[in-house]
């Protein structure tokens, strides 16, 4: 268990509205991530963080944006969220700077009508 | 970013058989990450690679990093109805190194008929 938690687990929103997703982590890793998942193309970066204020782009960040105002927690905002961002949104750390390994959280599943 | 190719899509196998799986990609990787992922639930880590021609195992499970460093496979001896879930290959997203994201297989769906 990574410490992971992710809030919230389902919503259902309206097109154009505004979401922002919570990721929190325990343990202070340096590293986190966003992925979202969808039938037939696995999961795919959003973005991701590599300390306080340092965000980067992942593959597939139109539309997305995130902040990371304190260690423990890094936050994915849907501006305006369209029906093409219904997914599966995942979190994740990476326990160390030197390997690959990263750890999952328990996701959120996102519906926009 | 690099695409991962893995095969087969679905697999339907009869419990105590064994199960081979694997992921090949366009370009060179220096790790190789396996990840299971069950209903509702977020993947876990199985197995990390880190060496061409390496072979490891974790419990019934054992992967190698394939020696072109294109290819992955994991094996589950054995198989139990605990097993079924989707299997995840994955690697490191960019070759320019330090732990800037991954990119995932599809995953191979793993069903065990009674």
């Known amino acids: 268990d990574a410490g992971i938690t992710q809030s919230p687990r389902h919503k259902v929103t309206e097109t154009g509205t505004p979401v922002t997703l919570r990721c929190h982590q325990t343990?202070?890793?340096?590293?986190m991530y966003w992925y979202r998942q969808d039938p037939g193309h696995g999961l795919r970066l959003i973005h991701y963080?590599?300390?306080?204020?340092?965000?980067d782009k992942g593959e597939v960040s139109d539309g997305y944006s995130v902040s990371r105002s304190k260690t423990e927690d890094f936050l994915l905002t849907l501006e305006s969220a369209t029906s093409s961002q219904t997914s599966v949104y995942f979190c994740?750390?990476?326990?160390?700077?030197?390997?690959?390994?990263?750890?999952f959280g328990p996701g959120t599943r996102l519906t926009v009508t | 970013g690099q695409q991962l190719n893995q095969s087969p899509q679905s697999m339907f196998i009869q419990e105590g058989e064994d199960v081979s799986m694997n992921c090949t990609s366009s370009?060179?990787?220096?790790?190789w990450l396996w990840y299971k992922q069950e209903p509702g639930e977020g993947p876990v880590l199985l197995i990390a690679?880190?060496?061409?021609?390496e072979l490891t195992s974790n419990g019934r499970l054992t992967a190698q990093f394939g020696i072109t460093r294109k290819d992955s496979f994991l094996n589950i001896s054995a198989s139990i109805p605990s097993d079924v879930g989707i299997y995840f290959c994955?690697?490191?997203?960019?070759?320019?190194?330090?732990?800037?994201?991954?990119?995932f297989g599809k995953g191979t769906h793993l069903i065990i008929q009674p």
């Open positions: 963080s590599y300390g306080v204020k340092d965000t």
């Open positions: 370009s060179i990787f220096n790790t």
């Open positions: 343990e202070n890793h340096r590293y």
């Open positions: 994740a750390i990476s326990v160390a700077d030197t390997t690959y390994e990263q750890y």
């Open positions: 690679l880190y060496k061409a021609g």
């Open positions: 994955a690697g490191p997203l960019s070759a320019g190194g330090g732990a800037d994201g991954l990119t």
